[in-house]
């Protein structure tokens, strides 16, 4: 069983939780100590988690065999399993195979889905001393939003949480480029591996255009991804 938080656990299996392939899987080893962030690439019930391998020189032969915790996001539900990193092969692609678990360890942690993004964002702190303080504005990335929210990567942290910034974000809906301003309050910072800090972002007080252009972004994207429209 994995340590137990103040959030109610509970337990599935990882066929039931259905994590989205190309997910970010986060590997912990405990002995030797080492941490991989990886993507998830496929499983097989009762067989195996199929999972990209470390990019570059990083020697992994010695960690076959090695016990592991395994986490990463299904929909708005971070999971977590314990299991061992049964073979890492080289060939046709660098990819790891994981021992199957039995059980899959989860918890909602968004009451929003997720929707996979591509933008360039535009971030200034709205306390004029702590822009100058952590150089903005600047111009970073994000993979995932929701009609609430959005999650920006940055290669360290971008102030604490509850502080208050302006995105500017340019993106396309029904084919017509929308530059955007939100207000957003940063809700959490977790470090996802070295040189990657996601922050966790909470729009605040959107206009009411300005809410319908996002959620109608956000709708589209999702469209996108069952395959309904061709990304934009």
Not at 3 to 11: D, Y
Not at 84 to 102: E, F, M, V
Not at 191 to 217: C, K, Q, R, S
């Amino acid at each position: 069983m994995l340590p137990t938080t103040n959030i109610q656990q509970i337990e599935k299996s990882l066929k039931d939780l259905m994590p989205a392939i190309g997910e970010t899987v986060s590997i912990q080893f405990q002995s030797p100590r080492k941490r991989f962030a990886l993507k998830l690439l496929g499983f097989k019930e009762n067989g195996s988690v199929i999972v990209s391998a470390p990019q570059g020189s990083v020697n992994t032969l010695n960690l076959e065999g090695a016990r592991l915790t395994a986490t990463l996001m299904a929909g708005n539900r971070r999971c977590a399993f314990v299991s061992r990193l049964l073979k890492a092969n080289p060939s046709p692609y660098p990819h790891w195979h994981l021992g199957y678990p039995d059980t899959v360890e989860y918890h909602q942690v968004r009451k929003h889905q997720r929707i996979p993004v591509n933008l360039a964002i535009s971030i200034d702190h709205q306390d004029e001393a702590k822009s100058v303080k952590f150089g903005m504005p600047r111009v970073l990335h994000s993979q995932d939003m929701s009609a609430h929210g959005i999650a920006v990567d940055a290669p360290s942290a971008l102030g604490q949480v509850n502080d208050k910034y302006f995105l500017t974000l340019r993106f396309q809906v029904g084919g017509l480029d929308q530059v955007i301003l939100l207000p957003t309050i940063l809700r959490s910072i977790q470090n996802i591996e070295a040189g990657v800090v996601l922050h966790g972002m909470e729009f605040d007080d959107l206009e009411e255009d300005t809410h319908l252009l996002v959620t109608a972004f956000v709708y589209q994207q999702f469209l996108a991804e069952l395959g309904y429209l061709n990304d934009e």
